[in-house]
């Protein structure tokens, strides 16, 4: 039997639905490359934008066409189960707080199919009470490459546009004991990359000692050829004891901040938690600690109270800090949020006239910032052979073709110099 994993949303997202995949194929499924040749489809859904579920909506409705059953799960699923529901009649839904269940599933389809190859019923018959943000153990699983280790769910913040919010629930952190456990699985395991992940990742045990905590301790207890790469950080939890982990060359250079706005009065306007002046103290450290990193960001055009004063100071800010990568989403009023209905909305055309100015600008930023990597030493991870040739991605983010005299397994960790642009080649010097 044939399974399909198809993932909208954030890196949490991709995280849990590897684990999900990894369970499907240890039960004894086969991992299809696509939905048409699948018998089961899983949808791992989004809810931060409109768009994100309309294009949920539409995916389901085409898998339930070619797939014998399909399962939704994620924040969609978990905000609108009615609707998605009415979407066909061999689609199964699990909120989030069923969604641990699914880990078990596979091995009840199995079990099941000696009696019955009815798999719609196999699946409605299934009831499991296994619950929790935590099921998801990720040093079970990896992409041969790297491992995911999620060590906290939802955001206590109330943040006036965003829903996900309201589909995680409070903030609760994994205790540290097990963060430890799972990351030193993961290095026994063979990997050399975790990559901490989390709806809201900085906070962390945001009330005692919060990420930077958890981090001087994965550094003590990891050994020197481990490497940490963090998904997001939002900047209000991100303090000078998060920061000064970052002098430790085994934390990858790479860092991604969800800003959205430039301008306090907007970022006021929609209740984000810090002042941009405290972005750009990030930053500074940031570059201060490791050799130009590769510093993302998260920017929503046209958000509620944006006049042009506003997006013209977010613009030039984003200019002047040279992000090497920016994330542009149009402002999406969202049913349940503070915001919606609010009646300073920004014209939509205004909204996506703006939006576009920001990914011009993005695409000259990132060209601007990966021409500055030729002839640089840096790090990187093999991640998959294809054609004879090898690829990986760089300790700063980089997607790379591997250059290197030595046969190679992925994950594997090298030191080396990025010596061409197109294709961007890393040759290596070091193996670890």
């Avoid at 009415?86 to 009840?108: F, M, T």
């Avoid at 196999?122 to 491992?147: L, N, Q, V, W």
């Avoid at 930077?212 to 939002?234: N, V, Y």
């Avoid at 990858?252 to 306007?269: D, G, K, T």
């Amino acid at each position: 039997m044939k399974v399909f994993v198809y993932t909208l949303g954030c890196r949490l997202n991709q995280c849990e639905s590897e684990a999900l995949m990894d369970a499907f194929i240890r039960a004894g499924f086969e991992k299809a490359e696509n939905a048409q040749e699948s018998d089961l489809v899983v949808v791992n859904t989004c809810t931060v934008t409109s768009k994100a579920e309309q294009k949920a909506r539409r995916m389901i409705r085409l898998f339930a066409k070619s797939a014998e059953a399909v399962i939704v799960t994620g924040c969609y699923a978990e905000m609108d189960r009615s609707e998605i529901e009415r979407l066909g009649d061999n689609i199964h839904v699990y909120g989030l707080r069923e969604k641990g269940g699914l880990l078990k599933l596979p091995e009840h389809i199995m079990a099941s199919l000696a009696t019955t190859e009815d798999l719609n019923f196999i699946i409605s018959s299934f009831k499991d009470e296994e619950r929790g943000p935590f099921i998801f153990d990720a040093s079970s699983f990896s992409y041969h490459s790297r491992a995911y280790l999620k060590i906290q769910d939802g955001c206590d913040n109330s943040c006036s546009y965003c829903r996900t919010t309201i589909a995680r629930g409070p903030s609760v952190s994994l205790d540290a004991d097990e963060v430890v456990k799972r990351a030193k699985k993961i290095e026994a395991e063979g990997l050399h990359e975790i990559m901490l992940t989390g709806v809201n990742l900085t906070m962390y045990n945001h009330d005692k000692g919060g990420l930077g905590e958890i981090t001087e301790r994965l550094l003590s207890e990891l050994g020197p050829d481990m490497r940490i790469r963090f998904s997001s950080l939002e900047a209000d939890h991100v303090d000078d004891r998060l920061l000064s982990c970052f002098k430790d060359e085994r934390i990858f250079p790479h860092f991604h901040l969800p800003i959205q706005s430039a301008s306090n009065r907007v970022l006021e306007r929609v209740n984000r938690k810090y002042t941009i002046e405290h972005i750009e103290y990030i930053i500074s450290k940031m570059r201060e600690y490791k050799d130009d990193p590769f510093i993302a960001c998260d920017i929503i055009a046209g958000l509620p109270g944006e006049d042009d004063e506003a997006f013209q100071f977010t613009y030039d800010f984003l200019e002047r800090m040279g992000f090497a990568a920016m994330h542009v989403f149009p402002y999406s009023p969202r049913e349940g949020t503070a915001l919606w209905g609010a009646s300073d909305r920004v014209e939509e055309r205004v909204r996506d006239d703006r939006a576009a100015k920001l990914r011009k600008l993005s695409m000259v930023l990132s060209r601007r910032y990966v021409s500055r990597q030729i002839g640089k030493e840096c790090e990187a991870i093999v991640e998959k052979e294809k054609g004879g040739k090898l690829f990986g991605t760089t300790g700063n983010y980089l997607k790379v073709e591997i250059a290197s005299p030595s046969k190679l397994r992925e994950g594997s960790l090298l030191k080396g110099r990025i010596i061409s642009l197109s294709p961007l080649v890393f040759r290596a010097i070091d193996l670890f």
